[in-house]
T-cell receptor, first 112, second 111 residues
Framework: SQQGEEDPQALSIQEGENATMNCSYKTSINNLQWYRQNSGRGLVHLILIRSNEREKHSGRLRVTLDTSKKSSSLLITASRAADTASYFCATALMNRDDKIIFGKGTRLHILP | EPEVTQTPSHQVTQMGQEVILRCVPISNHLYFYWYRQILGQKVEFLVSFYNNEISEKSEIFDDQFSVERPDGSNFTLKIRSTKLEDSAMYFC?????????FGSGTRLTVV
């Protein structure tokens, strides 16, 4: 698998439900970041979690990091139609702040 | 709130032509990046730039590509002789240390 793989590739849920997306990676990281991309638009930085952190919150977002399993999850609570987007995890390799590698992303669709 | 600015937002060019994509990173940032995203595919790293030189580049970043920070504020990506497969969204990003902030991208269409 590649450094940074999200699953599922696509997710459809009802508005108001929680959405969980996962990311797995291969090599040791300095930090892991989640980005959102609306269709055809730019990348919006959501949250960064460092390798010595286990959980982080930002509004309706909750990110966890398990370095022993080399995985992270992004939870969006009480989803809204505006959350419809692609979500990418991106990893910064250990001692390599000058490069982050993106996964293929999860396409999230919130159903009204 | 400071942001990374990219121009133009959309550029159409003929195959074989040179294009320059422009970016104005955030002023106190130290690291600068170019990424690209072919339609429907993942975001791919092209190059990073630190201390006025390339610090890392991917295998995509071949001799057709070059980057410059000509005046301390702009950061440009030049593609010397565009190919059809260069059609993509090109993102510039900058960071002080980590958490790169991305611009809204330039959609390059090579015809």
């Amino acid at each position: 698998s590649q450094q940074g793989e999200e699953d599922p590739q696509a997710l459809s849920i009802q508005e108001g439900e929680n959405a969980t997306m996962n990311c797995s990676y291969k090599t040791s990281i300095n930090n892991l970041q989640w980005y959102r991309q609306n269709s055809g638009r730019g990348l919006v930085h959501l949250i960064l979690i460092r390798s010595n952190e286990r959980e982080k919150h930002s509004g309706r977002l909750r990110v966890t990091l398990d370095t022993s399993k080399k995985s992270s999850s992004l939870l969006i609570t009480a989803s809204r139609a505006a959350d419809t987007a692609s979500y990418f995890c991106a990893t910064a390799l250990m001692n390599r702040d000058d490069k982050i590698i993106f996964g293929k992303g999860t396409r999230l669709h919130i159903l009204p | 709130e400071p942001e990374v600015t990219q121009t133009p937002s959309h550029q159409v060019t003929q195959m074989g032509q040179e294009v320059i994509l422009r970016c104005v990173p955030i002023s106190n940032h130290l690291y600068f990046y170019w990424y690209r995203q072919i339609l429907g595919q993942k975001v791919e790293f092209l190059v990073s730039f630190y201390n006025n030189e390339i610090s890392e580049k991917s295998e995509i970043f071949d001799d057709q590509f070059s980057v410059e920070r000509p005046d301390g504020s702009n950061f440009t990506l030049k593609i010397r002789s565009t190919k059809l497969e260069d059609s993509a969204m090109y993102f510039c990003a900058s960071s002080y240390r980590d958490s790169p902030l991305f611009g809204s991208g330039t959609r390059l269409t090579v015809v």
